[in-house]
């Protein structure tokens, strides 16, 4: 129900808005059918590999499929675009759409450094359009009964805070040039990137990091495949950060992506054993049974959350508000991920003072 719901608004939503989607990988073909879902006009398909633009060329013929995105942007009809490359590539390509007076929708991470991250802002601003990251967790509803539950009260003040994704990628996953590799950027940056936005999320500002990465596993990668982050907290929480491409282990060998998450506080815990479900465990006295503390397991309705995302974008562009995840609030995961990456190659921890951009 809920599902059909966010159809109906969203078919709404894109009427007479034509995009062009650069890059065209398994998260490009997801932005396109949230576009068409939401009612906008796909016109424009930029593909790097010249198999998949044939392909997508007999399987969507009202779209122009093209390998150069420059005749993309020449085009006035286009009103945005949606960036699905490798992340070296988001800040060139991201300042050629806003100079063409393009929104930009470009996916997470904003970039691959500090400086290119604010040229994107830079570039945003000056020539009036909006630039929105797509952080797709802050759509996920479970993240968002993650965060309401500790405010209420549930669990008591958040005291220590775990995260850990693990997955195990093969060679043959380097070789798509229209997604971001993780054997390219390191899985601190492609993965702990969100991650610790997630973190952020439900348990507030990150102010130090400490770093380091396991030897390494997966040949192919140039960076880390396997590392572990130690988070301090603004409001005194500790937490844990790990990220592996490389655990070769049974679930992991046959594709499935482990990702937890645990929040305990001094009445309980919240457990996500996977991004679908939750599970709560609180000492509070309305959550006893019997006087007894008992495990309660909350339903999260499954969300496509790139569709919500696509659905706020348009929101956004027709109404000039700017994004819950703007470019310019975004920017912080990055920093914190480059935190992490200079406390790896210093082997001592990093202190991050919040700054707002753009001041």
Not at 38 to 65: E, M
Not at 88 to 105: C, D, P, R, S, T
Not at 123 to 135: F, P, S, Y
Not at 201 to 212: K, M, P
Request: aromatic share 6%; proline share 4%; hydrophobic share 40%.
């Amino acid at each position: 129900m809920i599902l059909l719901w966010i159809i109906r608004v969203g078919n709404t939503m894109g009427r007479n808005t034509n995009i062009a989607i650069i890059g065209c990988g398994w998260t490009g073909l997801r932005h396109a059918i949230a576009y068409r879902l939401c009612g906008a006009n796909v016109s424009w398909a930029v593909v790097l590999d010249k198999r998949r633009a044939s392909a997508i060329a007999r399987s969507q013929p009202d779209t122009h499929v093209v390998q150069d995105a420059q005749v993309a942007l020449e085009d006035p009809a286009v009103d945005a675009v949606s960036m699905c490359l490798p992340s070296a590539l988001h800040a060139e390509m991201a300042i050629l759409a806003a100079q063409a007076g393009k929104h930009i929708l470009c996916e997470e991470p904003i970039a691959t450094t500090l400086e290119d991250a604010d040229a994107m802002v830079a570039a945003a601003d000056e020539n009036g359009v909006t630039l929105m990251i797509g952080a797709n967790a802050r759509f996920n509803p479970l993240y968002r009964n993650m965060k309401e539950l500790p405010q209420e009260g549930v669990i008591g003040e958040p005291a220590l805070v775990r995260l850990n994704r693990e997955t195990y990628l093969l060679g043959s996953q380097h070789t798509d040039p229209e997604s971001e590799s993780l054997f390219d950027e390191g899985v601190m940056m492609s993965r702990g990137v969100q991650d610790i936005d997630i973190m952020q999320i439900v348990v507030g500002d990150i102010n130090t990091i400490h770093a380091s990465r396991a030897p390494q596993r997966i040949h192919q990668a140039y960076t880390d495949d396997t590392s572990i982050a130690t988070l301090g907290f603004a409001g005194g929480a500790v937490g844990t950060l790990t990220e592996s491409c490389a655990s070769g282990r049974l679930e992991t060998v046959n594709g499935k992506e482990l990702h937890t998450f645990r929040v305990d506080g001094e009445l309980g815990r919240l457990y996500s054993p996977d991004p679908r479900s939750l599970q709560l465990f609180s000492f509070r006295d309305d959550y006893l049974v019997n006087g007894w503390p008992m495990r309660k397991d909350i339903h999260v309705p499954e969300a496509d959350t790139v569709l919500l995302e696509v659905m706020h974008f348009l929101k956004c562009i027709q109404t000039g508000q700017e994004p819950t995840t703007s470019g310019r609030l975004q920017r912080r995961s990055l920093e914190l991920v480059m935190a992490a990456y200079r406390s790896m190659g210093t082997g001592i921890p990093v202190n991050i003072g919040y700054v707002a951009i753009g001041v």
